[in-house]
């Protein structure tokens, strides 16, 4: 029985150090797939309020964004 307990334990640590060999591999993967998506998220497109109001032919926000509601209803 002893001899049966110490074969799972073996074993039990194959699968252990299986499962740490598998993450130390994925992590720089996971870790480079995150980044992008940081980088994504995190960036934000500038807007120059002014250029809009005369490409719209606005007078105020409120003009503008009932003149671009319109035109993408």
């Not at 001899?3 to 720089?28: Q, V």
């Amino acid at each position: 029985m002893k001899r049966l307990n110490s074969i799972i334990e073996f074993i039990m640590e194959l699968d252990a150090l299986k499962d740490s060999m598998i993450y130390e591999i994925k992590r720089p993967v996971m870790r480079e797939s995150l980044k992008s998506i940081y980088e994504i998220k995190s960036t934000t497109p500038q807007v120059d309020k002014e250029k809009l109001l005369r490409d719209y032919q606005a007078k105020d926000l409120l003009e503008l964004i009932r003149k671009i509601r319109g035109k993408n209803s």
